[in-house]
């Protein structure tokens, strides 16, 4: 994030006149009415707003934004935002990628814009499927996923997102989905970070991979199996209405979650844990908890700031050019020289 | 080269050399480059014009005294104007029996070979391949020998300053630099200032190293009593009056791009990772921040032109660097920079290829790749330097074409030209004129901004992010004429390719001159790149035998200059000598239907002079009424078929090759990547 003046707009003024090409129902859809409606609450200015993806239906993303915007080439907008970031550091950097742009062909660039902590917000919108191509299974596919290339079932592992990002240096992860009312809050906390801030944003694909998240996303029973992460609030999901409030406690023998019952509110007596975003092995945890035994951990799992890659390089340049002059033809004649005269019979 | 007068009476024989090779050889270990660079920079302060060819193994430290370890430099250098390294040495100095089998086939017939005797122990020779020792047989039967313990000699001269035996012999290499700097009478105190400098923190290995090289000068005053030994002395050449420097072409390039974002009045923003022989451009501009360079080593060569391409789309002049893999790796990025028309630089350093191929080897083979290796019609102006002094030149030249069309350049250098040092006159940056970038920032009355509506250049607008009221969005996919939304349809991509490949086509390059000799001949060779220096001898040779023979030599390769069918066509043969298998030869009978033929090599070494006066006066003894007569070669110098390497290098090494003077480094190798 970088906004030190507050603009005010409203969602109108993020709207392209262009058309949306997103399937209808498609979960970009609503992630785009998100981030539409998060950009005037944070005071955002589109002209120092820059939407940077690389190539996917999530990459589509950039058209749809009045701000400046760069569709790029599979893979490789980490690298092109690094470029961009580095060249001006004041500009605000959204980038847009997908579970194959930005874990499959350009998983290297995303491990090293996240461990560089170019300061952007990263929006991986993982719809579990490669939709653009019509249907193959993704880096994220489940084992099993049945897909034009897998008739039979996928049977590689699947990459975890959250996991990767933390694995790869990030110093703010975070979950979401699409048609979250709380998303924007998601966003908001991402903006508000300083450095790489990666959001790993579940998409329902409704043409290639319908429904796949419904487990945890569908509105019923979402309580039970959505764990809302706040920083200094206990981990708790579920309602009295819904078979009784839950907690994740910490087995510090095994270094593993527990799902625990709180009686009566009581969650201090069940032994449940407050989060804490600054822990990084808690994160790791939380990012990796299988679903089904536990619920989904969304929101903010971590977010503590590290120094960032602009600034190091601002701060190494200003070290590199102290007390230097930039004079060309003086650096032109660096080294050792010599002089031919008018008759060039002396050398000296 | 730059410096040097082309006007200069013939060479005349008999008389005392106007130039000389001199080429020192020995193991990765013994400091040859350093050797060569300090020898390099005493001749240059000599007034002498010169060109060098460093000559190193691919292997960081090969193991000693094997063939593939050995790491040469070569020299030449005279009174007159110098184009080349030079074919053969009258010099060879082999510090071990390897150093002497991989270079003695190169050396000229009755030339010197200087030998450490030291070295030539049974255990050496062994790994030399040798079966008897070269200096006791008659292996050197039809050259001049002086073979003394230099070893021993230096061991001898530093001992007053208490190193031990392995210390001691670090300081052959002085040595034998002081012996070279008698022989061709050059002053001791440059080099006595640099040891001092370079030792500033170690003074003892500062005197160690003056002794060593005291000793070595003294005993070429002694050793001319009795042996072979003479001293020469090489005369200024004449020379342009003014300020000179040595310069390499990495060096150039690296200025060049410098001085060229000052001239576009832009920020440069250079995205590079290592590759041979490239990456000096990186390290010389991670040096230069002062003058608003940022330099970014990102995690492989997709993301180094990716980020380049991120720095020209916010304003900065977007800079890449790389040699032919990593160009290839590069590829895609490059279509996305032609799509989106930003400015960018792309230098490549080329090497031997396919794949990996030669790293530390020179070659003009990706002027295919350059000019047509993109998907879809994917057209970028190329630019090729044909020296280290000219790099520079050429970097400007790719800066303004970048800034001025808004497009991607491509700067092809070659793995000689970044580490071949030559003679420069220094230029004076007021001497060029400025091209400052333009940056679109508002709008006229009225005016709907439309990102792709294109200048009499054919230029689209240039609109940094951040800039209030020009939002909009670029990409890779194709986009409308002029408001640069998505559109597919067949008209606007039929009139945004049209409008793409004009706008390339139209950069205005200047028109094509003839280098040596008139227009309307009976055969022009034809050269592009690093053959500019042997064919601009072999040309001035045979036009002094009375061949009808000119020298066409092409800097700018696309757009290729308006003129040049014309004048290719006042020709009655044309000739294109390249280190590739005929590639420039196809794009110029592509474009211009003349029956231009080919002169290839693919050895990894640069084409001999010899060679192409071969190759000229072919053509002149088939060609009825010729009166030029007959062209001297040199036999010992043409293809050695026999051997399999046209260079008559040493077959069996499977790198003796050449590369940098990583100056200030001990090492006499440098890294290979991919």
């Not at chain 1, 944070?42 to 996917?56: L, M």
């Not at chain 2, 047989?137 to 000699?153: E, G, H, N, P, R």
């Not at chain 2, 009795?226 to 040595?246: A, D, F, M, N």
């Not at chain 2, 078929?641 to 440098?670: K, N």
Request: hydrophobic fraction near 40%; charged fraction near 20%; proline fraction near 7%.
């Amino acid at each position: 994030m970088n906004a030190p003046v507050k603009i005010e707009t409203t969602l109108k003024d993020w709207e392209t006149d262009q058309e949306v090409r997103w399937c209808p129902g498609c979960g970009d859809y609503a992630i785009l009415k998100a981030v539409q409606r998060t950009l005037p609450k944070i005071g955002a200015d589109p002209a120092n707003t820059v939407f940077i993806s690389g190539i996917g239906c999530s990459s589509r993303f950039p058209y749809y934004m009045e701000t400046y915007g760069f569709h790029t080439i599979h893979g490789r907008a980490p690298a092109v935002a690094t470029g961009v970031k580095l060249a001006n550091p004041e500009l605000d950097i959204w980038l847009v990628t997908g579970d194959g742009d930005g874990l499959s062909i350009g998983g290297n660039h995303m491990m090293h814009v996240l461990r560089r902590n170019v300061d952007m917000q990263i929006m991986l919108f993982n719809n579990e499927i490669y939709g653009l191509t019509k249907g193959q299974y993704s880096p994220t596919s489940r084992v099993g996923t049945p897909s034009p290339s897998t008739p039979r079932g996928s049977v590689d592992a699947p990459a975890n997102p959250c996991a990767f990002a933390l694995g790869s240096g990030a110093r703010f992860v975070a979950r979401g989905f699409d048609v979250s009312k709380k998303l924007p809050e998601v966003l908001i906390a991402a903006h508000e970070h300083r450095g790489a801030a990666f959001i790993e944003i579940f998409q329902n694909c409704i043409v290639y991979n319908k429904d796949v998240f419904d487990d945890f996303a569908a509105p019923k029973g979402a309580e039970d199996r959505q764990l809302w992460l706040e920083d200094g609030e206990p981990m708790l999901f579920g309602s009295e209405k819904t078979g009784g409030v839950k907690g994740l406690r910490l087995n510090t023998d095994t270094l593993s979650f527990e799902v625990v019952e709180v009686a009566d509110g009581d969650w201090q007596a069940a032994g449940v844990r407050v989060h804490d975003t600054k822990n990084r092995v808690i994160a790791h945890l939380l990012a990796e908890l299988p679903f089904g035994p536990y619920p989904m951990a969304m929101g903010v799992l971590y977010d503590d700031p590290a120094p960032t890659f602009s600034d190091g390089m601002i701060a190494e340049r200003e070290a590199a050019t102290k007390g230097k002059e930039a004079n060309l033809a003086k650096l032109l004649q660096s080294g050792q020289t010599w002089t031919v005269d008018g008759t060039a019979q002396d050398p000296v | 080269m730059a410096s040097a007068a082309d006007t200069r009476p013939p060479e005349t024989a008999g008389a005392a050399p106007d130039s000389v090779v001199v080429r020192f050889a020995g193991d990765s270990g013994d400091g040859m480059q350093l050797t060569g660079g300090q020898f390099t920079l005493s001749t240059a302060l000599a007034g002498n014009d010169l060109a060098t060819f460093p000559d190193f193994p691919a292997e960081i430290r090969a193991p000693q005294g094997t063939l593939f370890g050995v790491s040469a430099f070569q020299i030449n250098f005279g009174s007159r104007s110098i184009n080349t390294a030079g074919d053969a040495p009258d010099v060879l100095i082999a510090m071990n029996p390897a150093a002497l089998k991989v270079n003695l086939p190169a050396l000229k017939p009755g030339g010197l070979v200087i030998a450490d005797t030291g070295e030539f122990t049974k255990r050496n020779l062994d790994k030399a391949k040798y079966d008897a020792n070269p200096l006791e047989d008659d292996t050197l039967a039809k050259y001049q020998v002086l073979a003394f313990d230099i070893s021993a000699l230096t061991i001898e001269a530093v001992k007053p300053f208490g190193l031990g035996n392995k210390d001691a012999l670090r300081s052959k290499n002085m040595w034998t630099l002081g012996l070279a700097l008698w022989m061709f009478d050059r002053s001791r105190e440059p080099l006595h200032a640099w040891l001092k400098q370079k030792f500033a923190k170690k003074p003892d290995i500062a005197d160690a190293n003056i002794a060593a090289l005291d000793a070595g000068h003294a005993y070429g005053e002694t050793a001319e009593l009795s042996g072979p030994l003479k001293q020469t002395h090489i005369g200024p050449v004449k020379s342009e009056p003014g300020l000179y420097r040595t310069i390499t072409g990495a060096e150039a390039v690296s200025l060049g791009l410098v001085a060229g974002a000052q001239l576009a009045e832009l920020p440069m923003f250079f995205g590079g990772y290592p590759i041979t022989p490239a990456s000096a451009i990186l390290h010389h501009l991670a040096r230069l921040k002062e003058y608003g360079v940022t330099t970014f080593q990102a995690e492989d060569e997709i993301a180094a032109i990716c980020a380049a391409i991120g720095a020209s789309y916010a304003g900065s002049l977007g800079v890449t660097s790389s040699s032919g893999p990593g160009i290839a790796l590069k590829t895609e990025a490059m279509g996305l920079a032609i799509m989106v028309e930003l400015p960018l630089v792309i230098v490549n350093s080329q090497r031997g290829g396919p794949s990996t191929g030669l790293p530390t080897k020179t070659e003009q083979s990706d002027l295919y790749q350059a000019v047509y290796g993109r998907n879809g019609d994917a057209p970028m102006p190329v630019i090729a330097c044909r020296s280290p002094s000219d790099a520079f030149d050429c970097a400007i030249e790719a800066t303004r074409i970048a800034t001025q069309y808004m497009t991607p350049v491509m700067l092809l250098t070659d793995g000689y030209i970044a580490n071949a040092a030559e003679p420069w006159k220094v230029p004076d940056p007021a001497q060029f004129a400025p091209f400052p970038a333009r940056f679109k920032d508002s709008l006229a009355e009225g005016e709907d901004f439309a990102p792709y509506a294109r200048d009499e250049k054919g230029a689209r607008p240039w609109v940094k992010p951040g800039t209030p009221g020009l939002m909009h969005r670029v990409g890779g996919i194709e986009k409308h004429a002029t408001t640069g939304n998505i559109d597919y349809s067949p008209d606007n991509h039929q009139a945004m390719t049209d409008a793409r490949a004009k706008k390339v086509l139209g950069v205005e390059v200047p028109e094509q001159d003839v280098a040596l000799g008139e227009a309307g001949g009976k055969l022009a060779v034809v050269g592009w790149g690093s053959t500019y220096g042997p064919i601009r001898q072999a040309v001035r040779r045979a036009r002094e035998k009375g061949h009808d023979v000119a020298q066409i030599h092409v800097r700018h390769i696309w757009p290729l200059p308006a003129n040049l069918g014309e004048l290719l066509r006042s020709f009655d043969r044309v000739l294109v000598p390249e280190m590739n298998t005929g590639q420039f030869k196809t794009v110029l009978r592509d474009q211009f239907l003349v029956d231009a033929e080919s002169l290839t090599k693919t050895s990894g070494q640069p084409f001999q002079i010899a060679e192409l006066e071969a190759a000229i006066a072919r053509y002149f003894d088939g060609i009825d009424g010729n009166e030029g007569g007959e062209v001297e070669v040199n036999e010992q110098q043409l293809p050695n078929l026999e051997a399999g390497h046209d260079d008559g290098s040493y077959s069996d090494a499977p790198f003796h090759g050449e590369g940098a003077v990583p100056s200030g480094t001990d090492t006499d190798s440098e890294a290979v990547n991919q």
